[in-house]
C-alpha cells in the first residue's frame, strides 16, 4: 500500500485567517463537478434532478474561454431552484448553493472557503477541475466527493486520484450517454471510480452515500471497544482478503481499514459490519474491490518537490562518488503504485549521468503489491496532465506525446523493474544504494515498522540512503541511521551493526527453527524461602559453569566464571555472541553440540574437550540443554562448562612409564597433527559454508532481479505482439483497399476507350491499358523499357523529347497527331502527381478524333457549297424526295418576292398561287429523284410581284450526299428572254 500525500504545487494559495464565522467546511458536504464540451447537457441533468434541499454545497468546474464572459451560471440557474452565483476571491461555502468557476481563472478551496487564483503566463495546458479537485482532497480528507462529466482529454484524472488516496469518493458519467468520453474513459481506467453512472442517475447515489457514509448511519467504533461480534466480523473480513489474495492487513493500523471499510459499506448501501461480513463471504468482486481500496497508492512525478531537490543536491552526486562505471547503482522504490516516482528518480540519475558526461551501470528496482498498478508502470503511459508536475525540459527529453497522453523513453523505461512484492512478507532486496519508502509505514503498526526498517538496514549498503515520508520516523532505529535531512525525511545507513539484527540462517546456529517450543507459560514467582537461599548458595558453589543463550547464540544470562571458557571477542558486543566469545578450541564442539540440540530438541553432552588455559591444557566437558519451561518469549538453551576429572596423558608418570619416550612423543605428534587437520578442515568447512550461504544469496537475488527482468521482457514482448498484431489487422485492411483500389483503377483502364500509359521519371513504362495497344505495339514484358524504344503506329517522331519536357516543365501538352492507317489521335501528356503532390512520372493519353475530323471537313464543305449556293445570280430551289423544299438562295427569296418562312418545308405544288402544280413538271422531278436523271429547259409561267407574269427554263438535277438514303434535288430557274431581275 502506497499512499502519499497530494500535492498542488502548481499554484501556492495565500494563507487565509483561521477565524472564520462560517459554517466549516469540513463538516459541510461539498461536490466538485468537473466537465467540458458537451458539460451543460450534462449540468441540465444533473440539476434538474437534485433536490434543492440536498443539504450539499457545490462546485462547477467547466472549461470556458479565457478571453470571454461567462454566462454559464444563467444557465445552470434555470435547471435548479438552488442559488447560483459565479465564485469570487475569498468566497464562504453555503449549504444548497452552487458555485461556478469564473472565466481565465483556477478555483481552488483553501482555509474553509474558495480561492480565485490567476494561471500561470504562458502556460500551454490549463487543467482546473484536477487543480480544484486536488484542493478538495487536501481540504475534506475523506469527505471529498468528485464527480467527472462529459469531456474530451484526461482533466480530472489526477485529482480523482487525490480525492481516492484522501478515502473520498468518485463518480464519472457513463461514457455511452455522450460523444465526448475522453475524461471519462481517461478516469474509468484509474480502476478507481467507485460509480458509473447516467447522470440523471447520480443525484440518487450521491444523497444515499452522504446518509450513510457522511451521516451518522455508519459509524465502527474503535475495534478494541467493540462487541465479540462485531470484532469477529472484523477479522473475518480480513481473513478473507488474505485467503483472496495472499495479502495480510492484521498488523496494518485498524483506523485505516476501518475507515475504507466504513466508505465501502456506503458504497454498497450497507449499514451494518456483520451485513457487509455476509456481502463478501460469496463476493469475491467485493473482496478484491476492498482490497484494491486499501491499495490506493496516489502519487505524482516529483511529489514533493523540495524532497527531490534533497536528492538531486544531497543524495544522488554522492551515488556516482561511491562508484565506478561499472559498479552497478542499486536503487529501491518499495510501494512505487504506478511507477511515477520511481520514474522521477530515473530521470534524476539520468541527469547526474548526462552531467558527468559518463554511463554508469543503474538498476531500479520498483515494487507494490498491486498487480494493476505494477503493469499500468511497465507501460510508462501516462495521461497528459502529467504537465502540472513534470518540469517542461524533463517532458521535451524524456517523454514521448502519444494519442493517450505522454509515454515514458525506451531509454528511461530500460532502466527500472517493475516488479510484485510485499515488503511484508518477501524478501527485501540487498546491497542498495538507496531505498525509496514514502508514505507506506503509516499505514503499519509500530512492530510491522520495526520489522520492515530492519529489512531495509539490512538491505542497504554501509553508506546507502533511506528517503520516508514526511509523516514517517525511524522509530527506535534511529541509532542504525544519521539524519541527513529531517525535515525531509532523509536518512544514512550508520556503518555500525543494527541494534535488532536481521536475522539471517547460518549454517552454525539455525534461527528459529518453526515455533515448536512457543507454548511457554508464565508464571508468578512465589515469594522468597529459605529452601531458595540455600538453594542459590549451591548453585553459586557447587554447580557448574552455565550461559543461557537464545537460538541464534545472543548470550542471555552469566552464571559462574566463565573466564577460562569464554573471552569477549573485539568488535560490536552488542548482543553477545557466544560462538565469537568461545576460546578457539570449543568453538567447533561448541556450535556443533548448540546446533544438535536445536534439531534434536534434546540435550548435548560433549565430555573431554581439550583447551588452553593458562599455558597448559585442561579438560572440559560441555553440556547443552533446551530450556523447556521458561516464562522467556523466545526458546532458550543453557550451555554448562565443566572441568573433568581425567588427567590429560603425560600429566600422571605411572599411566606413561610403560610407554617408550620416542613412541611417545611419535604418537603425541601423530594426535596434534590429526587434531590440527581436523580443525583446520572444520574451520574451512564453515568458512565454506558461510561463503556459500553468502553465495547462494547473493545469486538468489540475482536470479529474482534476473526473473524480474524477464517477466519484464515477456510483457513488453506481449505488448509489442499485440501491437504487432494490430498493425498487422491494420496492414491487411489497407492491402484490401489497396486491391480493391487497383481493382477498380484496371476494370477503368481497361473499360476506357482512351490509351493511357504511365512512364516513371526516367520515362520507363510503368503501366498501360488495351485502348494503348492500339497505337503503341506494347506487351506486359515491355514494362519497363523507354517509351523511346517502342514502336507506335504515330507519326509522331518528337514524343520523347515532349514527355521529357513536360517532366520537367510540369506543362501539359496537348497535340493532335494522324497514325499511319490515317486515324487521327488527340494526344495530351502530363505530369503524373502523388497525393503528395509529388512528380513521379507524366501520363500519355490517346483519343482517337478521326469521326471528329471528317466532322470537321463535312462542316467546311458545307460551309463552302453553301457560299456557293448563295453566291450564284440565278434563282435556285432545293427540294428533297417528298418534293418539299428543304431550302433556296438568296435569288430566289428576291426574284419570287416570298420569303424563307412562305417557302422552306412547303411542298413543291403550294408554291406560289399553284404556278409549280404542273402535274407534267411533279411527274418530271420525281423521275429525277427515281432514276438519277436530268431534267433540262422545262417550260413554265410563273407569277410574282416583282416580275408579274414570266415564262422560265426549269432545269432540274439530283445532288449526291453523304447519306444516300436522302437524295436532295436542285432546281433552277433561267429566263427565257434575258434577265429575271
Known sequence: MNDQEASSDQLSPPPIAANSQSLAVHTLPIIGIGASAGGIEAFEAFFTHMPPSSGMAFVVIQHLAPDHDSILATLIQRYTKMPVVQAENDMEIELNHVYVIPPNAMLV??????????????????????????????????????????????????????????????????????????????????????????????????????????????????????????YQSFQKILFMIRSQTGHDFTHYKQS??????????????????????????????????????????????????????????????????????????????????????????????????????????VQIFATDIDNHAIDFARTGIYPSNIVLDVPEQYLKQYFIATGEGYQVVKSLREML?????????????????????????????????????????????????????????????DREFKVIDLQHKLFQRSHGSSTTRFELALPSIVKDMTDHNDKMISRPRPPVSLREITETILLNDWTPVCVVINQQGHVRYVHGRTGKYLEIASGETDPLDIVRSAREDLRIPLTTAIYRAVIQHRDIYEPDIPIKTNGHETLVNLTVKPLSETAATENLLAVFFEESERIIAGQAGEETNSMLPVERERKNRLLQQELNDAREYLQATIEELKSSNEEMQSTNEELQSVNEELETSQEELKAVNEELLTIN?????????????????????????????????????????????????????????????????????????????VFHSLIMHEVDIQSKTGDWYAIQIKPYRTLQNAIKGVVISFNNVTTRKQAEATKGALLLAENVFNTVHNPLLMIDAKLHVINANKTFFQTLGVTAKETVGLPLSELGDGDWNIPELVALIKVVFEKNTTLEGYEVTLKSANLGVRKVLLSARQIQTEDTKLPLVLVALEPMNGSLA
Open 109 to 230: 478551496l483553501f482555509n474553509e472557503k474558495l480561492q480565485l487564483l490567476q494561471p500561470t503566463e504562458g502556460t500551454k495546458i490549463r487543467l482546473p477541475i484536477d487543480y480544484f479537485f486536488r484542493s478538495l482532497a487536501n481540504e475534506m480528507q475523506d469527505r471529498a466527493i468528485g464527480i467527472v462529466l462529459s469531456g474530451t482529454g484526461s482533466d480530472g484524472t489526477l485529482g480523482l486520484k487525490a480525492i481516492k488516496e484522501a478515502g473520498g469518493m468518485m463518480m464519472v458519467q457513463e461514457p455511452g450517454s455522450t460523444v465526448y468520453d475522453g475524461m471519462l474513459r481517461s478516469a474509468i481506467a484509474t480502476g478507481l471510480v467507485d460509480y458509473v453512472l447516467p447522470v440523471a442517475d447520480m443525484p440518487e447515489q450521491l444523497l444515499t452515500y452522504k446518509r450513510l457514509a457522511l451521516g451518522a448511519t455508519i459509524n465502527i467504533p474503535p475495534v478494541t471497544t467493540q462487541s465479540h461480534l462485531i
Open 256 to 361: 485505516t481499514i476501518q475507515r475504507r471499510i466504513e466508505r465501502l459499506m456506503a458504497v454498497n448501501r450497507i449499514e451494518t459490519i456483520n451485513d457487509y461480513e455476509r456481502f463478501l463471504q460469496n463476493n469475491s468482486i467485493g473482496v478484491e474491490a476492498l482490497f484494491r481500496d486499501l491499495l490506493i497508492g496516489v502519487t505524482s512525478f516529483f511529489r514533493d518537490k523540495e524532497v527531490f531537490t534533497q536528492l538531486k543536491e544531497s543524495v544522488i552526486p554522492q551515488l556516482f562518488e561511491n562508484h565506478r562505471p561499472h559498479e552497478s547503482i542499486r536503487i529501491w522504490v518499495a510501494g512505487c503504485s504506478t511507477g511515477e516516482e520511481a520514474y522521477s528518480i530515473a530521470i534524476l540519475l539520468r541527469e547526474q549521468m548526462t552531467a558527468l558526461k559518463q554511463e554508469f551501470k
Open 417 to 477: 523493474v517493475f516488479a510484485s512484492h510485499s515488503v511484508v512478507k518477501d524478501p527485501p532486496f540487498s546491497k542498495l544504494d538507496l531505498i525509496s519508502c514514502r508514505n507506506v509505514l503509516i499505514y503499519m503498526e509500530s512492530d510491522l515498522q520495526d520489522k520492515i526498517l530492519s529489512y531495509f538496514h539490512f538491505a542497504l549498503v554501509p553508506t546507502g540512503f533511506l528517503l520516508l515520508g514526511s509523516s514517517e520516523s525511524l522509530g527506535t532505529h
Open 729 to 805: 489487422t491494420e496492414l491487411e485492411q489497407k492491402v484490401e483497399e489497396l486491391n480493391a483500389v487497383n481493382n477498380d483503377l484496371g476494370n477503368t483502364l481497361n473499360t476506357i476507350q482512351t490509351g493511357i500509359i504511365l512512364l516513371d521519371s526516367e520515362l520507363l513504362v510503368r503501366r498501360f491499358n488495351p485502348a494503348a495497344t492500339q497505337v503503341f505495339r506494347l506487351i506486359s514484358g515491355d514494362i519497363g523499357r523507354s517509351i523511346a524504344h517502342i514502336f507506335s503506329e504515330l507519326d509522331y517522331p518528337t514524343l520523347f523529347q515532349d514527355a521529357e519536357k
